[in-house]
């Protein structure tokens, strides 16, 4: 979160992005889609994980969407709808994070009628995103073991404000040398909670992940 | 950057800080330090990075101290000191990025007059600090090959601000299925110079970066 609390003004952006949010929960529920915004850093599988997500979802025969969010380009958008999930592109322009607002007009875009779950990828950030609700039902934080052993205690922000938070790529730990008990006991330690354990790239702990998002 | 442009503060965020940087700098260059921004995700490797190039430096008889900047925690503040490198901590409670303000506040912690090179590390990630000069010299962007092969392309504005960039952990490309030419290939085709390739763990490039930084 950039400093403008001397400002005065962080309540406002931030009290209007709720206000938004709050809009974008409301239509979500009224058309029956159960949605999931999902935060965390480059490369630490969001958008692999939402594939291998859809596909266990369409399997069981839920029309699954997604919003790709990113400062710019196209890359998770192309790669959403070549593995055949409906999706919008949503770039942020200079956007550290997605805001309700943007997300409220990527809806837009969307036939909701046709869709069961919404996953929203957000900006790939391990600080900024947690700020900024989206209204979705649930807030997921995937982390990655490569991006060391001290990612938790380093940003509590974003795993207190998510309700489930994953570990990806764990069949590599031993290679990059990372202890994953002390990130899941940080973890614990911070929330109170489990952090799930996946592979995006095997499909290991995606079922259990799902049943945590409630999907 | 987070949305306050239309409040028309931006520019006066912005521009207190470009001042406060030109007074880092200022300092900085009166009492013959040379000094690096290093930014990058979480895991990129900065932290290894700087005791990486603080040992090659000391060889040749220059005194490396470093800022730690994280959002909150000592992680890397210790990592630093364990290792040997003389380094004040900088947390920015929640803010995403390192600014001048509170890089000037941590320049006075320093022995500056017993300090060749600084090496100021940012906040772990590849979208805000961009916006943030601190006054170093040149600023370099460490990115990992952990982060996939479309991380120039998604985050354009990091590379522009920086003068020199790397990609670390090399040594793993083949292995985690990222095609290196092709991030060599979008940072040219973005700033028209050289990515460096780099693996900290092997110290593979170490010495080129090191004179790229002017080191």
Redesign the interface.
């Known amino acids: ?4 609390t001397e ?1 005065g ?1 962080e309540l406002d ?1 931030l009290g209007e992005n709720r206000r938004l949010a709050e809009g974008n929960r409301e239509l979500l529920r009224s058309k029956g889609v159960r949605s999931v915004d999902m935060m965390g ?3 630490a599988g969001k958008t692999a994980l939402i594939i291998r997500m859809a596909e266990a979802l369409r399997d069981r025969g839920l029309k699954v969407a997604a919003v790709a969010g ?4 196209e ?1 998770d958008f192309i790669r959403l709808r070549n593995a055949g999930v409906e999706a919008v592109n949503c770039n942020t322009g ?4 997605l ?1 309700a607002h943007l997300v409220d007009h990527a809806l837009e875009k969307l036939d909701l009628d046709n869709v069961d779950v919404l996953f929203i990828e957000n ?6 995103p947690s ?1 900024f609700p989206l209204g979705a039902d649930k807030r997921l934080v995937l982390i ?1 073991v ?3 052993d ?2 938790v ?5 974003i795993f207190h404000a998510a309700e489930v938070a994953a570990i990806n790529k764990v069949d ?1 730990a031993e ?1 990059m040398d990372v202890d994953l008990a002390r990130v899941a006991a940080d973890y614990r330690r911070i929330t109170g909670k489990t952090l799930h354990e996946v592979s995006v790239k095997s499909g290991a702990g995606i079922d259990p992940l799902l049943q945590a998002l409630e999907l």
């Open positions: 979160m950039h400093k403008i400002i003004m952006v850093s480059i490369g990113d400062v710019t380009g890359d200079s956007e550290c994070h805001d900006v790939g950030n391990l600080v900024c700020d990655s490569t991006e060391g001290d990612m205690r380093k940003h509590p922000d590599i290679y």
